[in-house]
Each structure stands twice: as structure tokens, then as C-alpha cells.
T-cell receptor
Framework: SQQGEEDPQALSIQEGENATMNCSYKTSINNLQWYRQNSGRGLVHLILIRSNEREKHSGRLRVTLDTSKKSSSLLITASRAADTASYFC?????????????FGKGTHLIIQP | DTAVSQTPKYLVTQMGNDKSIKCEQN?????MYWYKQDSKKFLKIMFSYNNKELIINETVPNRFSPKSPDKAHLNLHINSLELGDSAVYFC??????????FGPGTRLTVL
């Protein structure tokens, strides 16, 4: 079964508005990470939130984590055209050792100028 | 300086061929990974390699084999390529259980 599912699958908003993406997962985790992928490019790490943290900020990004609901959200404030990309949440499974991240299907975000 | 690099960026080959993709990281990380991203952009872990310990995703065919000549390199060898192997392959590295740094990807097309 797939760990980490984002919603919505696609989101289109006007520049300057806030964008919120959600992620749900199924197993216990060490941490949850958000990545951005521009079209045809590699993934860029945005933010990591550990299982004992509830909220984290980085610039215009705000991430929350609710381990009781096994869910996370990524908020991008004051969106810019350059934020147009696909956003993925990824979980590092508790006790998983060096077995990589489990990614969701991603949210494709389009910022309209 | 590029943190995680992969070569080649594009690879077009015929079914049945054997090919390799190289990956190098200059971050001093102790763990390296290979991921496959399919046409629907779904990313799936294939392998992770840490201190000579290889962890394999059980769904990966044994035609795929990672080789690590040293701590900074994890190359991906693929034998008897099939049409379904067409995808973008990403190498990544991390230091323990932390953020992962991804390479730019290798787009493999099998004809």
C-alpha cells in the first residue's frame, strides 16, 4: 500500500494567494519531509519535520504534523510564479533504517500571474 | 559544486541491452539511494546502501544491481533492459536519518 498521499492532486491559484497541500500516511515515522520538483528537474528538499515536532517554519513555508491523524500540511504563503512545481511529501519510516523515503503521488501547483 | 551528480542525463537504448548509470556525491554522506520515477511522476525507492549494507526493495527485479566502488559512488547496472524500465532514475544521498539530496535524474528510454 502507498505511504504518503497528497491532496489535492492539482492546485491552481493566483499569485499572492496562499497554497495549502495535505499529506496522509499510514505507518509510524521518524520524520516527514517535503520536496519540490520543477518540470524535468530533480527534487529539492524544502523542509523536514520530526515525529516529535508539530510545526516548523522556513521562510514562506509552514509545515504541520499531526502524528495522531498521520497527516501533514504544507502552506506556502504569498505565492509567486516561481513556486509553480510539483510538491511531494515523503516519510522516513520508524525502524526502517537505511531503506529510503516513501513518497506520495504529489500535488501539482500552478501559480497564475 | 554539484552535490549529487549523475551521468548520463539521457539514455536511449534497445530492449535486451545492458546499461549503467553512474552517481557520485561529494557531501561525505554515509547513505546513498536509487529511486525510480514513472511516467505518472510516482517515485519509488529501489535501493539504499549504507556502510556496505545494501537494502533492496523487494519489488525491484534482480536485473537491477547497484555497485558501490567507494563511499562516494553508487552506480546502477541494469541487465536485459525491458520496455517497462523506461523512467527517470534518481540517485540521492543523506547523512543518517536526515534530508536527502537528489541528483538531476537520468531519463532512460528503452525502445
Amino acid at each position: 500500500s502507498q505511504q504518503g498521499e497528497e491532496d489535492p492532486q492539482a492546485l491552481s491559484i493566483q499569485e499572492g494567494e496562499n497554497a495549502t497541500m495535505n499529506c496522509s500516511y499510514k505507518t509510524s515515522i521518524n520524520n516527514l519531509q517535503w520536496y519540490r520538483q520543477n518540470s524535468g528537474r530533480g527534487l529539492v528538499h524544502l523542509i523536514l519535520i520530526r515525529s516529535n515536532e508539530r510545526e516548523k517554519h522556513s521562510g514562506r513555508l509552514r509545515v504541520t504534523l499531526d502524528t495522531s491523524k498521520k497527516s501533514s500540511s504544507l502552506l506556502i504563503t504569498a505565492s509567486r510564479a516561481a513556486d509553480t512545481a510539483s510538491y511531494f511529501c515523503a516519510t522516513d519510516t520508524e525502524g526502517g533504517g537505511a531503506d529510503g523515503l516513501t513518497f506520495g503521488k504529489g500535488t501539482h501547483l500552478i501559480i497564475q500571474p | 559544486d554539484t552535490a549529487v551528480s549523475q551521468t548520463p542525463k539521457y539514455l536511449v537504448t534497445q530492449m535486451g541491452n545492458d546499461k549503467s548509470i553512474k552517481c557520485e556525491q561529494n557531501l561525505g554522506h554515509d547513505t546513498m539511494y536509487w529511486y525510480k520515477q514513472d511516467s505518472k511522476k510516482f517515485l519509488k525507492i529501489m535501493f539504499s546502501y549504507n556502510n556496505k549494507e545494501l537494502i533492496i526493495n523487494e519489488t525491484v527485479p534482480n536485473r537491477f544491481s547497484p555497485k558501490s566502488p567507494d563511499k562516494a559512488h553508487l552506480n546502477l547496472h541494469i541487465n536485459s533492459l525491458e520496455l517497462g524500465d523506461s523512467a527517470v532514475y534518481f540517485c540521492a544521498s543523506s547523512q543518517e536519518v536526515n534530508e536527502q539530496f537528489f541528483g538531476p535524474g537520468t531519463r532512460l528510454t528503452v525502445l
